[in-house]
């Protein structure tokens, strides 16, 4: 028997000496109990606190266990997929789109225990795609595609690279991007509620209901296209690494895009720089102590408690400013090394807004809670539509991908623009 059983069973017990006990005093109806009766009421109601309190303990304590034991040993289901996901391969998804001709064994099954009702032929499990990379995997590689006709007979080949980073600026601004099934998603925030005041004995709290604000987020689509011979899936060396890292960063690379650049014009999302306030002004051209001064500001006691909860995304002109200028003190300190030291993160994007003015914008995402203030939800299959007409005079076939995902800020406050002025 676990603790927590143990504990509601002496709960139950303590809780059923007190009521007799009540029951005793409430029959004297006027009358004063005597001692003994007072002394067992006494007994029984301060058995109760202790005892719920090592019972929530207990609770806590046997939920992390199970969750550390889920974790190490999944159940007999997760086994089984995670063994049908280490069988499974991309190529055969490409192929089946290629040739036509549908994928069987552990594909198929684990395309249908991923995807359920959703699971038909021309859909890839994304799951696929989240594998763990390896240190050489995680480096900048150029894949090809479409593949070049000399693809046969290459003999001694290299390991095809990767076209475009992998490294997402959404996952260091604490965007979450959670896997969910088919359909429209709804993201509650809760927006108001009760109140806690202190009360003087026989003082009552006034109840105030929870109030929800929902962010409703449809799927939007994002489309890549890939140009195949039904040969070149057997004939190239490490196609599957590589189509694995090039899916992968197809989709990372135009999320990026969106979350920081999206203008809310259908069929983009709505991301940081549409979403939040214009920035103030920079009122001069900034130095050590501007830069310094634009990251601790940050810091409200909320969202970011200290400056390690601060991360930036900043442009290659600010970079290159921040690196220029030193502490009056301390030549060998930069403002760029002193804040990369002290701050959480912060990341040079070529998709920030090029100098205007003199002037480059970045975003402050405030990280106390990260995950909880923005969210891109990614649905949970990729189709793979197949054209066998465009480039058929080749002898090829054009595979176009479609992902579905979205974007929303669902707390502006934990988020923030900054201009900075970079040159005179």
Known sequence: MR??????????????????????????????????LLSEMDAASKALPPLEIEYRAAVQAEAAEDEAATRDNP?????????????CSVTAFMAEAVADKPVKGAEAEYRAAELGDNAAEGFMP?????????????????????????????????????????????????????????GTRTWPILTGGTTVSQQAPSGEQAAVAGTFAGTELSPRRLTGSYEFRVEDLSLLRGL?????????ALITDQMDQQILNGDGTDPNVNGFFAKLGDPDAATGLAGHTEFVAAFTGMVDGKHAYSLADVRAIIGKATYTRM?????????????????????GIIRVSSRMPAVASNDQEAIFALTSVPGTTA?????????????????????????TMLALWNFAVLRTAAFARYEFQVTS
């Open 75 to 87: 159940d007999s289901e997760m086994r089984e997929r995670q063994r049908l996901e280490g069988q």
């Open 375 to 399: 969210v891109a939800p990614i649905w949970s299959a990729a189709q793979l539509i197949r054209d066998p007409y465009t480039l058929a005079q080749k002898g090829e076939v054009r595979i």
């Open 240 to 248: 599957e690494p590589a189509l694995r890292r090039d899916l992968r």
């Open 126 to 182: 994304l799951r696929l795609l989240a594998e763990p990379q390896s240190e050489e995997q995680r480096t900048e590689k150029r894949a090809v595609t479409p593949v070049a006709d000399a693809a046969t007979g290459l003999g001694s080949q290299s390991d095809i690279m990767g076209r475009v980073f992998e490294r997402s600026i959404a996952a260091q601004l604490g965007v979450a991007m959670p896997a969910v099934p088919m």
């Open 3 to 36: 603790r927590s059983q143990e504990l509601t069973i002496k709960i139950s017990e303590a809780r059923e000496r007190l009521n007799k006990a009540i029951e005793k005093r409430n029959a004297l109806g006027d009358k004063e109990p005597d001692g003994e």
């Open 323 to 343: 690196e220029s200028v030193y502490r009056s003190n301390n030549a060998d300190e930069s403002a760029y090394s002193y804040l990369s030291r002290r701050a």
